[in-house]
């Protein structure tokens, strides 16, 4: 397990993952959690697509994006979660496949 110890700043967290980056594509897990990764760097965004084709990848993103923006760019089975709705200590999410 790697961690990059919750960087904030995005381009701080852009030079880490991109630093980290052949260590996390060559790992041998099974599953990988990329947080705010997505929308600091879209360099590696064709990078973090194959990942996904070669062991199970969750993306978690503040960044909006529409279902079918995403669809064009990726080619994998993936699912879209948005929260919709926070109450006191609940959300509300929707789930799509595209």
């Known amino acids: ?32 959690l990329l947080n705010g990764v997505w929308s600091v760097d879209q360099d590696l965004q064709a990078e973090i697509t194959r990942l996904g084709l070669r062991r199970h990848l969750v993306v978690a993103d503040e960044a909006r994006y529409k279902p079918e923006e995403l669809a064009r760019q990726i080619v994998i089975l ?21």
């Open 1 to 32: 397990m790697s961690y990059l110890h919750n960087i904030l700043n995005p381009n701080r967290l852009r030079e880490c993952v991109r630093r980290a980056w052949p260590i996390i594509a060559e790992m041998k897990s099974r599953l990988t």
């Open 78 to 98: 993936t699912h879209i979660l948005t929260v919709i709705e926070e109450m006191e200590n609940r959300i509300r999410v929707v789930v799509q496949r595209i």
